[in-house]
Nanobody
Framework: QVQLAESGGGLVQAGGSLRLSCAVSGRTLYHGVSGWFRQAPGKEREFVGAILWNSGATSYADSAKGRFTISRDKAKSTAYLQMNNLKPEDTALYYC?????????????????WGQGTQVTVSS
């Protein structure tokens, strides 16, 4: 089993930045992909981006391209979501997720383990 713990959320003004962290523990041998998702009230959980744990290759949703960057530090077993130029519509609960299969998927049901989420609120 893989455990995930997010941190780094908070309240920020529009145009500001935040960096979310996702600490990965447990049977990390089974951790092929770190995915980031978000869910706003009344909306479905949506894909933000993901990173292949071994190669570091990334993929992003259109809403994240050019503003968000995903990285990982294998030595620290931690994935990061750097978010710049934040907008009020980025307000959501952000989750990291683990997928055993080492291919990136945008579908939440493709991920095997989830963190508890961290709130990001962007004020206008």
């Amino acid at each position: 089993q893989v455990q995930l713990a997010e941190s780094g959320g908070g309240l920020v003004q529009a145009g500001g930045s935040l960096r979310l962290s996702c600490a990965v523990s447990g049977r990390t041998l089974y951790h092929g992909v770190s995915g980031w998702f978000r869910q706003a009230p009344g909306k479905e959980r949506e894909f933000v981006g993901a990173i292949l744990w071994n190669s570091g290759a990334t993929s992003y949703a259109d809403s994240a391209k050019g503003r968000f960057t995903i990285s990982r530090d294998k030595a620290k077993s931690t994935a990061y979501l750097q978010m710049n130029n934040l907008k009020p519509e980025d307000t959501a609960l952000y989750y990291c997720a683990s997928r055993r299969q080492a291919t990136i998927s945008t579908r939440p049901e493709s991920y095997d383990y989830w963190g508890q989420g961290t709130q990001v609120t962007v004020s206008s």
